[in-house]
């Protein structure tokens, strides 16, 4: 059953893990942003209403952030300037 | 040395009161990150922190601050622990000419007791938390990171150990951030021009000193553990990852393998980084993970980071220092006596140096910013007098105060590289440098009134009384009374 990031609001967060101990805590992550959270952090971390302004993401962000590093291009079409051999 | 991993060295901090083991129960948050902050703040005598019991895992064990003190950086060199960090410096510089050392191929990894590949789940199999509250989910960030060259697989030297920070971001799949001015960029930039992945092995939980090399700038085609080898003075123990077979270090707690994905880049971040401020929200590569290895009851290590000092700093501290040291040296050996960049990775680095003549200085700024590492670093250099050691800041101040005429001593250059983190950077990855020269000014540079103003120099007597008041200080201490 998804659930909405706290961080992008997306309805996009899978349950990815469960305490091996007693299944004591959930791990949600979500499919937009990857914000990442566990079920026993408060709820400056869990809740929309209660995530920081500071952090908050807008999806619009998310493919619009810089790319680091950049993508190489597959091959290159001009053979590169090389020193003669000695 | 008498360690080749974690544990080894552990025990070693141990045997010198160098390590808290905390056996009563912690929470994944807030308590391990806040722990891992407030040990800083015991001061630069800190001891590690072990915890063994943390809400929600089996067994599960996390070393933090194993290197977070200045005393666990003694040990780690195989100093007394209180050994100043000037000494440290010189024994580090001086066991870095000795590369490279062969290293040791051994069999019988201790990691290959547990081997994963059906089932995995980092998040349940590895320890990961939230580290500083901001931070956009759970990372590994003090795992060695090892890829070679696509175009040049055989040659060991440009196999890369690099430590880069990594998020947890499903059961199989991690998030790497790398810089286009690291050697792991170079790696995945030719695996991608060819369409293919890039075989990685990641090793968490090692012995210090590979963790140590992991984290310093040494030439593309120089080998981490050759290094490694050098440091710890006698070969290091490698071993083959058995999905990739990448060479990691022998006694890794966990090897982590899987393959960089080509022309793939996914929403990271944030992080707090080694600047004291948290960055990220950029699109980075992603790593299909394939394997997991590890020992029985594995050590997770986690680094701490916020505004200094903090346990990086003492990583990324001498480790700094000493290659841009070693490269002026190259070029200046009579004239070059000491550097210390231990701010953010030499972010500020500070000279000592005899000026032959002058101008001679200030070139010298000029070198060190065109190193490897300078390119992405120093970003102010502060140039002093050889009578001025550069651990030393109030003589480092003192020699700004008095030497340096602001129309003269400091300039900028403009539109240099620097690295993407500093978040001063306009844009990102682009500065201005500073170079400040708190050097006396020599013929035929004659400004200021040097000449009929010499230095105050304590008379030849002084060293004698140094030693008595010491001797009789340490008496009064005792209460032995002072005679």
Known sequence: MPRVCPRCEAIEAQHVATAPNAGVWQIYICQQCFFTWRTTEPASVTEPEHYP???????????TAGVLPPITPPRVEIEPFREPDR | MPWSDLRDFLDELDRHRQLLVIDDEVTPEPDLGAAGAAVNRLGDQAPALLFRNVRGFNDARVAMNVLGSWSNHALMLGLPKSTPIREQFFVFAERWQRFPVEVERRRDAPFQEIPIREGINLFEQLPVFRLNAGDGGFFIDKGCVITRDPSDPAHFGKQNVGIYRLQVKGRTRLGIQVAPQHDLARHLAIAERTGRNLPVAIAVGCDPVITLMAGTPLAYDQSEYAMAGAIRGEPYPIARAPLTGLDVPWGAEFVIEGEILAGVREYEGPFGEFTGHYTGG?????????????????????????IPWTEVDYMIG?????????ELKQAYPDEVVAVNAMWCHGLVAIVSLRSRFGGFARSVALRLMSTPHGLGYCKVVILVDDYVDPFDLQRVMWAIATKVHPRHDVFTIPNLPVVSLDPSSEPPGMTDKLVID????????ARGRFARSPLVEPRAESRAWEQRLNELFARLSDGRGPN
């Open chain 1, 53 to 63: 302004t500071v952090f908050r993401v807008r999806q619009a962000e998310i493919h």
């Open chain 2, 282 to 306: 950029r699109n980075t590569p992603v790593i299909e993970v394939r394997c997991v290895s590890h020992r029985q009851r594995p050590i997770f290590e986690h680094l701490y980071l916020g």
């Open chain 2, 318 to 326: 001498l480790n700094t220092s000493v290659p841009l040291y070693a």
């Open chain 2, 438 to 445: 708190a050097t006396t000014p020599v013929h035929p540079d």
